[in-house]
């Protein structure tokens, strides 16, 4: 990274032109490096963070599994449900047993 002209000038001005060159140039170089470290985390972290989401999302995508197994058990349980109120209600109907017997013709 380098310094900006004005910045460089007050420098100079303040400790003196060799001494000012040399703190420019150090201040430079380690702007540099902490630039060129934050690359190297932003790259570390984007990485980390990118197993941590496919772990989330894993963790998501079982869980969804999960509950639609369970919906299909409650689908299940509901069906045989209706099928039991549906025979109940015409097997215990009087009116239903009367037409049974017209149809069979029993007395």
Do not use: S, W
């Not at 060159?21 to 990118?50: D, G, R």
């Not at 058990?73 to 009087?94: A, C, H, I, Q, S």
């Amino acid at each position: 990274m380098v310094l900006g002209r004005d910045v460089y000038q007050a420098i100079v001005q303040v400790l003196g032109k060799e001494a000012g060159e040399l703190f420019v140039k150090a201040v430079e170089k380690a702007l540099t490096e902490l630039e060129e470290e934050i690359k190297n985390q932003k790259h570390t972290l984007k990485a980390q963070l990118k197993d941590e989401l496919m772990v989330d999302i894993e963790a998501i995508k079982d869980r969804f599994f999960i509950l639609e197994r369970r919906f299909d058990r409650l689908e299940l349980y509901m069906r045989v449900l209706l099928v039991l109120v549906l025979l109940g209600l015409t097997l215990l109907n009087p009116t239903f047993f009367e037409i049974v017997k017209t149809i069979f013709g029993l007395k």
